[in-house]
């Protein structure tokens, strides 16, 4: 057997520049677990013949650059757009895009939700690497780098708002994959969300790195689907 075929890593120099070091999260242990995730599942993802892509809270860019280059390699092509409520984490963005060949809209907007209506239920692949540490409300609001972590109370304050939007923005037969970490607690998630949104909901991969962390796939669920136990509420 030869050696394994090393993933794909978009090029993210520019975050070094001094107008992005301090201000813009770089791709770290849970943007590689997203990506690591994404490429176990791209199967699934080709299988639904995704049409629009939207990834909130892009920080550097760096999912959707991966993304897209997988997509692409496999010979299928979508819109991409992509959204963050930090300026510079938007410029960022953009840099990344362009560095990578990577056709996508950037959006300054909180949640995307310049994108309602008109991508009502639109969107067929939801990505959300959102903030998730447990911090105090001080710093929950703030549009500069501490958006890329502080989720108040749990770490669940950000993800908790943004829900209600999702719900809004994801396709009849879209997929939407969420990071989180163990004092989110995902699998109390996964029960909720299929109570309130009625969507289908799996812990799809794991990484421990110091924290232990978690990505979730969630898709509407169907008829077909409602008598399935979801996997990690055992």
């Known amino acids: 057997m030869g050696p394994k075929k090393k993933k794909y890593t978009p090029n993210t120099d520019h975050l070094f520049e001094p107008r992005f070091e301090k201000d813009v999260y770089h791709p770290c242990a849970d943007s590689f677990t997203m990506m690591d995730a994404l490429e176990e599942d791209l199967q699934f993802i080709l299988h639904r013949r995704p049409t629009v892509c939207l990834e909130v809270g892009s920080g550097s860019g760096v999912i959707t650059a991966f993304l897209q280059r997988r997509l692409t390699e496999c010979q299928h092509h979508c819109a991409y757009l992509s959204c963050d409520i930090n300026d510079k984490a938007a410029q960022a963005s953009v840099i990344t895009y362009h560095t990578n060949d990577v056709p996508c809209d950037m959006l300054?907007?909180?949640?995307?939700q310049a994108l309602l209506p008109r991508l009502h239920w639109g969107v067929d692949v939801l990505l959300f690497n959102p903030p998730y540490v447990p911090t105090g409300p001080d710093e929950l609001h703030s549009s500069?780098?501490?958006?890329?972590?502080?989720g108040g109370m749990d770490g669940m304050e950000v993800v908790d708002a943004f829900l209600p939007i999702a719900d809004r923005l994801l396709a009849p037969q879209g997929l939407f994959y969420l990071v989180l970490i163990e004092q989110n607690k995902p699998k109390q998630l996964l029960s909720r969300v299929l109570e309130t949104y009625g969507w289908q909901g799996e812990i799809i991969f794991r990484h421990q790195c110091g924290?232990?962390?978690?990505?979730?796939?969630?898709?509407?669920?169907?008829?077909?689907?409602?008598?399935?136990q979801i996997e990690g509420q055992e």
């Open 144 to 150: 500069g780098i501490e958006a890329a972590w502080a």
């Open 211 to 228: 924290e232990r962390l978690y990505i979730l796939r969630f898709f509407r669920q169907s008829k077909a689907d409602s008598g399935k």
């Open 108 to 112: 300054l907007s909180d949640f995307g």
